[in-house]
C-alpha cells in the first residue's frame, strides 16, 4: 500500500461500483466494513455517478448487502448532481430531454424539471441501457437546434463481474460526436457531488477521505477540491495505472477493506 500519514479524518466518502460492488457482487464483507467504520468514528457518504437509482433504492440496496441504517441523506449521486446544475442555471425548471434512467428522471422532477421531446432548454444524458438510435437521433437535433448538452459523468465504462461494458461516457461520446459539442458534466470530476457530501456532513474537504476505483474521477474531483484520497484496485484500475497517476493519491490499496483496517490512519474524534 502506498501511502502519506493521514491525520484528522473525521469521514469518508465512498463511491459505490468498484468500491463497494460489481453489479450484483459486493466487494468484501460490507457489513464487517461498515462496523469498522463506525468503530473509528467516521461520518460516510456515499458519492456516486452511477445515476440509474434513487437515493432510497441504493439504500434498500446496501441493506440487501446487509449494511443497515443508513439513510437517503447521506447518498449523493449524479441524477442529484445534474438536477441541481440545471436548477441553477434554469431557476423556475421547465422541460429537459432525457437519456437516461430512473433515477435521473426522479431528480430531475423534483427540482422542477418535465421530460419532453420537442421545445427544452436542456438534454440531460447518462448511462441508459436501453438506449435507441433514436433517442441518440432526437438528442442530437435537439442540441444542434440549442439546447443545453448535460452529462451526467464521463464513465466511459462499468465494471461488472463479466469485466467492463460501457458506461455513461460512451454514450456522451456518441452525442458528442454527432453534435460536435462537448457536455457539461455534473458528475465527478466536477467538484460539485463532493460540495454536496461536505456540506451534509458539515466538514472541511482536509477533514475527509475520498475512496474511489477512477483516478480519472474519484481521485481527480477529490483533488481538485482538496480531500485526501484513497484509490482502489478493486474496480477498474491496475496498479500501474494507479502509480502512474499525478498528483499521486495518498493511498493505493487492494480494496475498502484495506483501507478501514488500516491501524496507521490516525482518528481525531
Same mark, same amino acid.
Given at each position: 500500500?502506498?501511502?502519506?500519514l493521514?491525520?484528522s479524518?473525521?469521514?469518508?466518502?465512498?463511491d459505490?461500483?468498484g468500491?463497494?460492488?460489481?453489479?450484483?457482487?459486493p466487494?468484501g464483507?460490507?457489513?464487517a466494513?461498515?462496523?469498522?467504520?463506525?468503530?473509528? /468514528?467516521?461520518?460516510?457518504v456515499?458519492?456516486?455517478?452511477?445515476?440509474? *437509482?434513487?437515493p432510497?433504492?441504493y439504500?434498500?440496496?446496501?441493506?440487501?448487502?446487509?449494511?443497515?441504517?443508513?439513510?437517503?441523506? !447521506?447518498i449523493?449521486?449524479?441524477?442529484?448532481?445534474?438536477?441541481?446544475l440545471?436548477?441553477?442555471?434554469?431557476?423556475?425548471?421547465g422541460?429537459?430531454?432525457?437519456?437516461g434512467?430512473?433515477?435521473?428522471?426522479?431528480?430531475l422532477?423534483?427540482?422542477?424539471?418535465?421530460?419532453?421531446?420537442? #421545445?427544452?432548454?436542456?438534454?440531460?444524458a447518462?448511462? #441508459?441501457?436501453?438506449?435507441?438510435?433514436?433517442?441518440?437521433r432526437?438528442?442530437?437535433?435537439?442540441?444542434?437546434?440549442?439546447?443545453?448538452?448535460?452529462?451526467?459523468?464521463? #464513465?466511459?465504462?462499468?465494471?461488472?463481474?463479466?469485466?467492463l461494458?460501457?458506461g455513461?461516457?460512451s454514450?456522451l461520446?456518441?452525442?458528442?460526436?454527432?453534435?460536435?459539442?462537448?457536455?457539461i458534466?455534473? /458528475?465527478?470530476?466536477?467538484?460539485?457531488?463532493?460540495?454536496?457530501?461536505?456540506?451534509?456532513?458539515?466538514? *472541511?474537504?482536509?477533514?475527509?477521505?475520498?475512496?474511489?476505483?477512477?483516478?480519472?474521477?474519484d $481521485?481527480?474531483?477529490? !483533488?481538485? $477540491?482538496?480531500?485526501?484520497?484513497a484509490?482502489?484496485l478493486?474496480?477498474?484500475?491496475?496498479?500501474? !495505472?494507479?502509480?502512474?497517476?499525478?498528483?499521486?493519491?495518498?493511498?493505493?490499496?487492494?480494496?475498502?477493506s484495506?483501507?478501514?483496517?488500516?491501524?496507521?490512519?490516525?482518528?481525531?474524534?
Amino acid at each position: 500500500m502506498n501511502h502519506n500519514l493521514i491525520t484528522s479524518i473525521k469521514a469518508l466518502i465512498l463511491d459505490m461500483d468498484g468500491v463497494l460492488w460489481r453489479e450484483r457482487e459486493p466487494i468484501g464483507d460490507l457489513p464487517a466494513i461498515f462496523a469498522q467504520i463506525a468503530a473509528h /468514528g467516521w461520518k460516510v457518504v456515499l458519492a456516486t455517478n452511477n445515476g440509474t *437509482r434513487t437515493p432510497q433504492q441504493y439504500v434498500e440496496r446496501l441493506a440487501g448487502f446487509g449494511v443497515i441504517g443508513l439513510e437517503t441523506w !447521506q447518498i449523493v449521486n449524479s441524477a442529484q448532481a445534474a438536477a441541481l446544475l440545471l436548477k441553477r442555471r434554469f431557476p423556475n425548471g421547465g422541460q429537459v430531454y432525457l437519456v437516461g434512467e430512473e433515477g435521473v428522471r426522479i431528480a430531475l422532477s423534483e427540482h422542477g424539471f418535465t421530460l419532453s421531446d420537442t #421545445d427544452v432548454l436542456a438534454v440531460v444524458a447518462g448511462i #441508459d441501457r436501453q438506449v435507441t438510435y433514436a433517442k441518440l437521433r432526437q438528442a442530437t437535433l435537439l442540441i444542434n437546434a440549442g439546447a443545453l448538452f448535460v452529462g451526467t459523468n464521463p #464513465d466511459r465504462t462499468f465494471p461488472t463481474p463479466e469485466g467492463l461494458v460501457p458506461g455513461a461516457g460512451s454514450i456522451l461520446a456518441a452525442i458528442e460526436a454527432s453534435t460536435y459539442t462537448a457536455p457539461i458534466i455534473a /458528475g465527478k470530476p466536477s467538484p460539485l457531488m463532493y460540495e454536496i457530501a461536505l456540506e451534509r456532513l458539515g466538514l *472541511r474537504a482536509e477533514e475527509t477521505l475520498v475512496v474511489g476505483d477512477r483516478p480519472e474521477t474519484d $481521485i481527480a474531483g477529490a !483533488q481538485a $477540491i482538496g480531500c485526501h484520497t484513497a484509490l482502489v484496485l478493486s474496480g477498474v484500475t491496475t496498479r500501474e !495505472q494507479a502509480l502512474a497517476w499525478r498528483p499521486e493519491p495518498d493511498i493505493i490499496a487492494d480494496d475498502l477493506s484495506s483501507v478501514v483496517n488500516t491501524s496507521w490512519l490516525q482518528v481525531t474524534g
